[in-house]
């Protein structure tokens, strides 16, 4: 195992992976955070970006996804994100 991490495809994808475009990550040897990575040996600068969304702003984010066509049922297409979209939706707080 080398050092570093590895973003891997998995050979059996499941719904929410395929559509969520998922990737695994097999962390190697070395203790440093992610954010430490790039830039860092084979590593370009923009391969790993970090968004930080403040916990109050999270409502507006939500309802603008949805404006786009970004909801739970599009995130997680199975009966959980289906029925976390129709909760949203109906006006029960997920």
């Known amino acids: 195992m080398g050092n570093e991490p590895l ?9 929410r992976i395929v559509t969520q475009r998922g ?5 190697g040897k070395s203790l440093k955070q992610m954010e430490g990575i790039p ?10 970006k970090k ?7 999270i ?9 786009i066509g970004i909801t739970a049922a ?3 297409p199975d009966l959980d994100g289906l029925a976390k979209e129709l909760k949203r939706n109906l006006a ?3």
């Open 59 to 67: 409502p507006d984010p939500r309802w603008e996804l949805d404006a």
């Open 39 to 48: 830039g860092n040996g084979p590593f370009p600068s923009d391969v790993v």
């Open 23 to 27: 990737v695994f990550t097999i962390f």
């Open 51 to 57: 968004f930080e969304i403040p916990k109050e702003a």
């Open 7 to 15: 973003a891997i495809y998995g050979a059996h994808n499941n719904p």
């Open 74 to 76: 599009t995130a997680f």
């Open 92 to 94: 029960y707080e997920v």
